[in-house]
């Protein structure tokens, strides 16, 4: 039986292999400029936000400088250290409130509903994310924003074959693999799922972006700082654009329960 990642034991692995890397760059690029276009009052400052399993805090930090005040939370205390040293070098203290806890405690940690529930990168490590999006959904005002980004199973098959894995991507698109593995050690998740969770939780998706959708296919010299600016510019060029969005590293999905102007993705 699967059970929920140990976050602190994977702590350094994020710090180093994610936030501290190209990978990292991208996926914090794509999601800010996804949010603020999707969620433009965001940019206005003055929203109750929540980013659970929010790690070292870097997207809470971006979005409490625009003006908004952000409660992370996080079920790693390794996590909360390193997220209160940034927090303090950027000067934004007054409008971060870091709270230890995982997702089935947030509505005994966490006071009233929010205009904005971000959770990217967690469901793919919990034993039970359907649950999760079902509880996210209940911490959300009446008109608020739930933003998922998770890891993308298409994704994981198609770097499977890649690397002529051809059994294993086989399973794994037809959902037979639920057991961490891999590079990452997470669990990725169909995109039809994910999107029927929010369905049963009375949201709509109204919108999709694909993210690190070239990135992790790219030679390690293409990734460099050298190469950074012309490979941000395609992945937020083809981050809505079929079929590439459906093949990036993690799917990022809006979802509310208001009615949402233009077409639903």
Same mark, same amino acid.
Request: hydrophobic content about 50%; glycine content about 4%.
């Given at each position: 039986m699967r059970s929920d990642a140990d976050f602190d034991a994977h702590g350094q692995d994020f710090l180093r292999d994610v936030y501290g890397?190209?990978?990292?760059?991208?996926?914090?690029? &794509?999601? %800010? $400029? #996804?949010?603020?276009?999707?969620i433009p009052q965001l940019a206005a400052g003055g929203l109750t936000v929540l980013d659970v399993g929010g790690g070292a805090g870097q997207l809470s930090i971006r979005? =409490?400088?625009?003006?908004?005040?952000?409660?992370? +939370?996080?079920?790693?205390?390794?996590?909360?250290?390193?997220?209160?040293?940034? /927090?303090?070098? &950027?000067?934004?203290?007054?409008?971060? $409130?870091?709270?230890?806890?995982? /997702? +089935?405690?947030?509505?005994?940690?966490?006071?009233?509903?929010?205009?904005?529930?971000?959770?990217?990168?967690?469901?793919?490590? !919990?034993?039970?994310?359907?649950? =999760? %999006?079902?509880?996210?959904?209940?911490?959300l005002g009446a008109d608020g924003v739930l933003s998922l980004a998770f890891y993308n199973r298409n994704a994981s098959v198609l770097k499977r074959m890649l690397k002529g894995e051809f059994a294993q991507a086989l399973r794994e698109a037809s959902g037979q693999v639920q057991e961490r593995g891999g590079e990452s050690g997470a669990v990725?998740?169909?995109?039809?799922?994910?999107?029927?969770? +929010?369905?049963?939780?009375? !949201?709509?998706?109204? =919108?999709?972006?694909?993210?690190? /959708?070239?990135? #992790?296919?790219?030679?390690?010299?293409?990734?460099? =700082?050298?190469?950074?600016?012309?490979?941000?510019? +395609?992945?937020?060029?083809f981050r809505r654009e079929e079929p590439f969005a459906s093949l990036g590293q993690h799917i990022h999905l809006l979802c509310t329960r208001s009615t949402v102007d233009g077409s639903v993705m």
């Open positions: 890397s190209s990978k990292g760059r991208v996926r914090l690029d &794509v999601l %800010v $400029t #996804d949010l603020l276009a999707w979005l =409490a400088t625009l003006g908004n005040h952000v409660v992370l +939370a996080d079920p790693s205390q390794q996590m909360l250290n390193e997220a209160t040293e940034a /927090i303090k070098r &950027v000067g934004v203290a007054d409008r971060v $409130t870091l709270v230890r806890s995982d /997702i +089935a405690r947030l509505p005994q940690v966490v006071d009233g509903s929010f205009t904005v529930v971000l959770c990217h990168a967690v469901l793919e490590w !919990l034993a039970d994310p359907r649950t =999760a %999006v079902m509880l996210l959904a209940s911490l990725a998740l169909a995109e039809h799922d994910v999107r029927e969770w +929010a369905h049963q939780a009375d !949201l709509t998706v109204y =919108a999709k972006a694909g993210i690190r /959708i070239f990135h #992790d296919h790219l030679r390690p010299a293409h990734r460099t =700082a050298e190469w950074m600016d012309d490979l941000l510019v +395609a992945e937020r060029r």
